[in-house]
Nanobody, 117 residues
Framework: QVQLVESGGGLVQPGGSLRLSCAAPGGISTYNIVGWHRQAPGQQRELVAQIITGVTTTYAGSVQGRFTISRDYAKNTVALQMNSLKPEDTAVYFC???????????WGQGTQVTVSS
């Protein structure tokens, strides 16, 4: 079982910034997809940002230009820098790593992000 440990969530005012980090002690180099998803109360989990095969980066339209995803092979971490936060960004954020061959997908426990004045 792959363990992912997330950190960096918290309470921030609108317009503020947070940086989420996901540590994968077992390594991330063999996973061709790394990403962050979020789930707000009463809503389905949605993709926020992901990196595919270390090259292609995609973002949800609602966070484009405000969030930046990155991965560090040496530290086995995936980070999500979130700027210009809005109340609608409030959700539990989950780290995900996955590969397609053989198919595997692992999730972190989630970290709460609350944007409120």
């Amino acid at each position: 079982q792959v363990q992912l440990v997330e950190s960096g969530g918290g309470l921030v005012q609108p317009g503020g910034s947070l940086r989420l980090s996901c540590a994968a002690p077992g390594g991330i180099s063999t996973y061709n997809i790394v990403g962050w998803h979020r789930q707000a109360p009463g809503q389905q989990r949605e993709l926020v940002a992901q990196i595919i095969t270390g090259v292609t980066t995609t973002y949800a339209g609602s966070v484009q230009g405000r969030f930046t995803i990155s991965r560090d092979y040496a530290k086995n971490t995936v980070a999500l820098q979130m700027n210009s936060l809005k109340p609608e960004d409030t959700a539990v954020y989950f780290c995900n790593i996955a590969r397609t061959a053989p198919p595997r997908s692992y999730w972190g426990q989630g970290t709460q992000v609350t944007v409120s004045s």
